[in-house]
C-alpha cells in the first residue's frame, strides 16, 4: 500500500471484506466479487455507518398555538385540519437521516403536570407559540422557563416555533425573542423560526436546523 494510504480507523468488518471510513470516502478492501455480493456488502456497510440516529422530541406550548398542525404538516407533508388535542399524539417522522419520535401533548393547565412523566431522556424540545396573541406571551414565557429549568431537560436543543406569522398583527422573531427572554439562556443551544404552519412558510428552515444539531449531539 502507498505512503497515502490512509490510517484504519474505526474498521468495519463485513462478510469478510475490511471496510472503513476516511472523512466522507469509504474504503474496503475485498477480493474480485459479483454484483449481487458487492451490493450486498455495501447496503450493510452504509447502514452501519449512517444508520438513523434515534431522537426523542417534545413539542410542547400553550394550548391553540397549532403544535397538531405542525406534527401533521410534518409527518404527512401535507397541511391537514387539526381537532384540539385532549391527551396526546406521537408520530414518528424520518428527516434528514434522523428519526424523530415526537410527543404533542394537550396544554391545558390540568394536564401540564402529567408532562413530567415524558421528560427522560428527551434529546429535543420544540415549543410552539402563537405569534399573534399577545395577551398570552407571558404566560408562554413562563410556561418555557419551568421547562427550561427541569433537570431531564437540561441538554434538550430548543427550537422555538414563531406560529401563525401570516397575521397582520403577529410579533416578529426578535419581539417574541425578548418577551420569552430566549438570550438570558446563555448555556442553552436555541433557535428561533418564524412560521407559518398553514402554508409550511419556514417549517422546514426550522427543521434544518434542528436536526443539524441533533445529528452534532455527543
Known amino acids: ?5 490512509p490510517t484504519r480507523r474505526n474498521v468495519i468488518i463485513l ?16 477480493p474480485p466479487m459479483n454484483s449481487i455480493t458487492m451490493g450486498n456488502v455495501f447496503e450493510k456497510l452504509l447502514k452501519s455507518l449512517f444508520g438513523k440516529k434515534e431522537m426523542r422530541i417534545l413539542m410542547l406550548g400553550l394550548d391553540g398555538v397549532g403544535k397538531t398542525t405542525i406534527l401533521y404538516t410534518l409527518k404527512l407533508g401535507k397541511i391537514v385540519a387539526a381537532v384540539p388535542t385532549t391527551g396526546f399524539n406521537v408520530e414518528t417522522i424520518e428527516y434528514n437521516n434522523i428519526s424523530l419520535t415526537v410527543w404533542d401533548f394537550a396544554s391545558h393547565v390540568t394536564i401540564r403536570p402529567m408532562w413530567r412523566h415524558y421528560f427522560k431522556n428527551t434529546n429535543g424540545l420544540i415549543f410552539v407559540v402563537d ?7 407571558g404566560e408562554a414565557q413562563e410556561l418555557l422557563f419551568r421547562l427550561l429549568t427541569e ?4 441538554e434538550a436543543v430548543l427550537l422555538v416555533f414563531a406560529n401563525k406569522q401570516d397575521l397582520p398583527n403577529a410579533m416578529n422573531t426578535a419581539e417574541i ?6 438570550n438570558s439562556f446563555h448555556y442553552r443551544n436555541w433557535h428561533i423560526q ?6 409550511e412558510d ?6 434544518d436546523w ?5 445529528a452534532n449531539q455527543k
Open 194 to 199: 418564524a412560521i407559518c404552519a398553514t402554508n
Open 202 to 207: 419556514g417549517l422546514y428552515e426550522g427543521l
Open 210 to 214: 434542528f436536526t443539524n444539531q441533533l
Open 15 to 30: 462478510e469478510g471484506y475490511a471496510c472503513w471510513k476516511v472523512s466522507s470516502v469509504i474504503i474496503c478492501e475485498y
Open 151 to 154: 433537570d431531564e431537560l437540561r
Open 131 to 137: 405569534s399573534n396573541d399577545r395577551e398570552r406571551i
Open 1 to 5: 500500500m502507498s505512503s497515502m494510504s
Open 177 to 182: 425573542t425578548d418577551k420569552l427572554g430566549l
